[in-house]
């Protein structure tokens, strides 16, 4: 899992510089800043014994009183009941997330949407939780439709819906499993999740991992509060309320949904490969992953729709003289269809779309205190890049899209639009995932 810096701070004086990306699979920024954030959930903490957890929110807006935690690896085993007794909080809930492998889909009116080949499937991010539970932490107006969930029920985010291209009615099929769309949510509002279920529902499906943690405490909660039901050496990530950009693990990169608006959406081989790695599609492969020479680096392998920014970010090393910095045979690669070593919900790593470097990566090796220059991280989060040795596990050489900067004429780069959406808005275009 992932956690880091997301925005890419206003910055000028790059004269002469405009940059705007091309051919690129975006999401439309409305569905990104129009609504209330939250991260879907999973399994209510609370139990007849703590009726308190059971009254609804008075807050207008939910999520803004809504405190996000996790930890690596997944909520440690009665970790998140344990949190839900403290006299400070009034509501908790827990998210269960993870990848699951769409094999086909259908409209309303039964038509075939998606159809990888045989052998492959689409990889979806997808959560569930109790739904009667989530009350607290939804916008009145989402309240009933996430609460008539039934089990074989599905609820889209926005943008998934549009990669979809399914709205109310339509069919996602998990092998021998089908869920039926009942409905579309703006993407915060499902915590940049793909997919959000029932926990009976996402149970069928094999997802049963408990990721993160959703509570509303009006008085306050302190990290040393949290840690005494952890073990000492454990991980632990809190988001104080409004600090989250997305209510979901791993909070501070992009979920899987915008890089795949982004960069284009692969059909793979749900069998991983040895060493955790991805067999995807030739087709997608081909379309989206090139070759290209790049200032310092020399040849890079990553998504086309990436190399402008990475191009830009590395002119700009060498124009303020500071090449020296990155040495070229410590580059690890771009383009690796793999999944994140050792996450147990099988999330996909941004790799995987050709959307993350590795550089300097012997002296920042994963997990130890990062050596980057301070200079190279701030260029980079300037292009839109996002930086590892910021996370909660330290991942020192991994550099990570974030959003795509936009030049003026001036030469200045704005910031990311809040949420980390992409620029410019662009519709996706069908048929993405197909092909071997």
């Known amino acids: 899992?992932?956690?880091g810096e997301v925005r890419c701070p206003a910055e000028s004086g790059r004269p002469g510089v405009r940059f705007i990306p091309v051919l690129i699979l975006t999401l439309i920024l409305a569905a990104c800043t129009s609504a209330v954030p939250l991260g879907t959930s999973s399994r209510s903490v609370a139990s007849s014994a703590h009726p308190r957890q059971n009254r609804p929110s008075s807050s207008a807006n939910p999520v803004d009183t809504a405190t996000l935690i996790w930890t690596q690896g997944g909520l440690p085993h009665g970790f998140a009941e344990r949190v839900s007794r403290m006299p400070e909080v009034t509501h908790a809930v827990t998210v269960v997330a993870g990848t699951v492998w769409l094999t086909r889909?259908?409209?309303?009116?039964?038509?075939?949407?998606?159809h990888p080949p045989h052998g492959y499937a689409i990889p979806l991010d997808l959560a569930g939780a109790r739904p009667q539970d989530l009350a607290p932490?939804?916008?009145?107006?989402?309240r009933s439709l996430v609460g008539d969930l039934r089990a074989g029920e599905a609820i889209l985010g926005a943008t998934s819906a549009r990669l979809r291209r399914l709205g109310p009615g339509g069919t996602l099929v998990f092998g021998d499993r089908r869920l039926r769309v009942a409905g579309v949510l703006p993407d915060r509002v499902v915590g940049g999740h793909e997919v959000f279920v029932s926990r009976q529902t996402a149970a069928t499906l094999g997802v049963r991992s408990e990721?993160?943690?959703?509570?509303?405490?009006?008085?306050?909660?302190?990290?040393?509060q949290i840690r005494r039901f952890l073990p000492p050496d454990a991980l632990l990530r809190i988001r104080p309320p409004g600090e989250a950009h997305f209510l979901r693990q791993a909070d501070a990169v992009l979920p899987p949904v915008m890089l795949k608006a982004a960069f284009g959406e692969f059909a793979a081989s749900p069998r991983l490969l040895p060493g955790e790695w991805l067999r995807?599609?030739?087709?997608?492969e081909n379309a989206h992953i090139t070759s290209a020479s790049v200032p310092i680096l020399g040849t890079v392998r990553c998504n086309s729709a990436l190399i402008p920014q990475l191009r830009a970010a590395l002119r700009e090393v060498e124009r303020r003289g500071l090449s020296q910095l990155i040495h070229s045979d410590e580059f690890a690669g771009c383009f690796a269809a793999r999944i994140i070593p050792?996450?147990?919900d099988e999330a996909i790593s941004?790799?995987?779309w050709g959307a993350a470097l590795d550089i300097n990566a012997r002296s920042n090796p994963l997990g130890a205190d990062p050596t980057q220059d301070p200079r190279i991280v701030a260029i980079f989060k300037r292009w839109g890049f996002t930086w590892g040795g910021a996370w909660m596990r330290p991942d020192g050489m991994h550099f990570e899209f974030q959003c795509f900067p936009r030049g003026m004429g001036d030469g200045s780069v704005l910031a990311c639009p809040p949420g980390g959406a992409m620029w410019?808005?662009?519709?996706a275009p069908s048929g993405a995932a197909q092909g071997a």
Do not use: C
Not at 137 to 142: S, V
Not at 211 to 224: D, M, N, V
Not at 280 to 284: E, G, L, P, V
Not at 424 to 427: A, N, T, V, Y
């Open 1 to 3: 899992m992932h956690d």
């Open 105 to 114: 889909s259908l409209s309303a009116s039964r038509n075939v949407v998606d």
């Open 137 to 142: 932490f939804l916008p009145a107006k989402d």
């Open 211 to 224: 990721q993160y943690l959703l509570l509303q405490a009006p008085s306050g909660i302190h990290e040393r």
């Open 280 to 284: 995807i599609s030739t087709a997608w």
């Open 342 to 344: 050792g996450n147990v």
């Open 350 to 352: 941004a790799h995987t």
């Open 424 to 427: 410019p808005p662009e519709p």
